[in-house]
């Protein structure tokens, strides 16, 4: 099993620092501060266009910031080339499956391992001494994770057969194969059924506790949310309107006016 977690029991792993974004006349981020501690889950929040999509996507380093910082483990993303994103401990699940859909599920899951710890094409040409250790290494990863994630009876299975509850999980499953220190979940909750959705719960937190892995989330179920997030951050129009616990979070009225309706009853 991986345990992908840094040692840092001080600071922040990640600090999102008055970052802004602009789509021409758009401005999608606007001065977004805050920190996602080791070891915590942390939930990103907020209605339709708030801007969380967008904050995800400059984690992953497929948009650009206009300003502000994003510092990960000591690391700037901005200036940091987008292949690398995986090699330096983030790994993200996606709304929209990214999953090669042809491809069986332990093909899937290996490449996940490949996108971190690659051999390089020499040595794999050759197959020069350590290549193999490296394959290895990535067989026991891979299998491991999806004994983890109850995937070994569908291993050999093409990924476009399997229900979409079933795909999501060998989605995390290749994220997690390249042994993250920071998971990404842009909405894991999308599309599973209410028996799936108990299960999600359960395995976000075994995966923050028996994997080691901080996780930051984007998500609408707000009972999802309030029920295993250490912290959440509320986004509205591109600005944090509210951080805190989920019962700090819940209460506060720009996020009930703005994502839980009118009232406090609807917070809940």
């Given at each position: 099993m991986p345990n992908a977690q840094s040692d840092r029991g001080d600071g922040a792993l990640l600090k999102v620092e008055g970052v802004t974004v602009r789509f021409g006349g758009i401005?999608?981020?606007?001065?977004?501060?805050?920190?996602?501690?080791?070891?915590?889950?942390?939930?990103?929040i907020g209605p339709n266009g708030a801007g969380k999509s967008t904050l995800f996507n400059c984690l992953s380093r497929l948009y650009?910031?206009?300003?502000?910082?994003?510092?990960?483990d000591g690391h700037g993303l901005r200036s940091l080339r987008r292949h690398r994103i995986a090699e330096i401990g983030i790994g993200r699940t996606f709304q929209n499956l990214a999953?090669?859909?042809?491809?069986?599920?332990?093909?899937?899951?290996?490449?996940?391992?490949?996108?971190?710890?690659?051999?390089?094409?020499?040595?794999?040409?050759?197959?020069?001494?350590?290549?193999?250790?490296?394959?290895?290494?990535?067989?026991?990863?891979?299998?491991?994770?999806?004994e983890f994630l109850q995937l070994q009876e569908y291993a050999e299975r093409v990924v476009a057969d399997l229900p979409f509850g079933t795909q999501k999980r060998v989605e995390l499953a290749r994220a997690l194969a390249s042994e993250p220190k920071l998971l990404l979940l842009d909405e894991p909750a999308c599309g599973l059924n209410h028996e799936e959705l108990e299960s999600l719960g359960l395995l976000?937190?075994?995966?923050?506790?028996r994997l080691q892995v901080t996780v930051l989330l984007v998500e609408h179920h707000m009972g999802l949310v309030m029920g295993i997030s250490d912290r959440v951050v509320a986004l509205n129009f591109g600005k944090k309107i509210a951080e805190g616990t989920p019962?700090?979070?819940?209460?506060?009225?720009?996020?009930?006016?703005?994502?839980?309706?009118?009232t406090q009853e609807n917070a809940a």
């Open positions: 401005l999608a981020l606007s001065n977004v501060t805050f920190d996602v501690r080791p070891g915590e889950i942390c939930a990103l650009e910031c206009d300003s502000g910082s994003i510092t990960f999953l090669f859909r042809s491809m069986t599920v332990r093909e899937n899951v290996l490449l996940g391992s490949h996108s971190r710890h690659h051999a390089g094409f020499l040595r794999n040409a050759f197959r020069l001494p350590g290549v193999a250790r490296i394959e290895a290494a990535a067989q026991s990863r891979s299998e491991g994770l999806m976000i937190r075994d995966i923050r506790d019962a700090e979070v819940r209460q506060h009225p720009e996020v009930i006016r703005a994502y839980l309706g009118e």
